[in-house]
């Protein structure tokens, strides 16, 4: 059974951080890119970052370059995203994502993160 599960999300100031975490299993996680999208209320879906299977390469919306970084540890089954100098604007429900064209397509179940003063 595939899993992904978040955990980390939370309330936070403007200008403080936060790490999520993506735990994985039931599925070959060093085969699979990993990403991480958000959606803030009443807009779509967006893609935040991503970095290969190997980890030896990263991508990021430009909104969060320089602020958000994405990493993960293929003996532990995890990604991770470092989110520092948090705005208000990267209010939003925060999901984890597993690919692999032609086999797989995974979502965890999101994990909520709120930058408020």
């Known amino acids: 059974q595939v899993q992904l599960v978040e955990s980390g999300g939370g309330l936070v100031q403007p200008g403080g951080s936060l790490r999520l975490s993506c735990a994985a299993s039931?599925?070959?996680?060093?085969?699979?890119?990993m990403s991480w999208y958000r959606q803030a209320p009443g807009k779509e879906r967006e893609l935040v970052a991503s970095i290969s299977s190997g980890g030896g390469s990263r991508n990021y919306a430009d909104s969060v370059k320089g602020r958000f970084t994405i990493s993960r540890d293929n003996a532990k089954n995890t990604a991770a995203l470092q989110m520092n100098s948090l705005k208000p604007e990267d209010t939003a429900v925060y999901y984890c994502?597993?690919?692999?064209?032609?086999?797989?397509?995974?979502w965890g179940q999101g994990t909520q993160v709120t930058v408020s003063s």
């Open positions: 039931g599925f070959i996680f060093g085969w699979y890119a």
């Open positions: 994502n597993a690919r692999r064209a032609g086999a797989g397509n995974y």
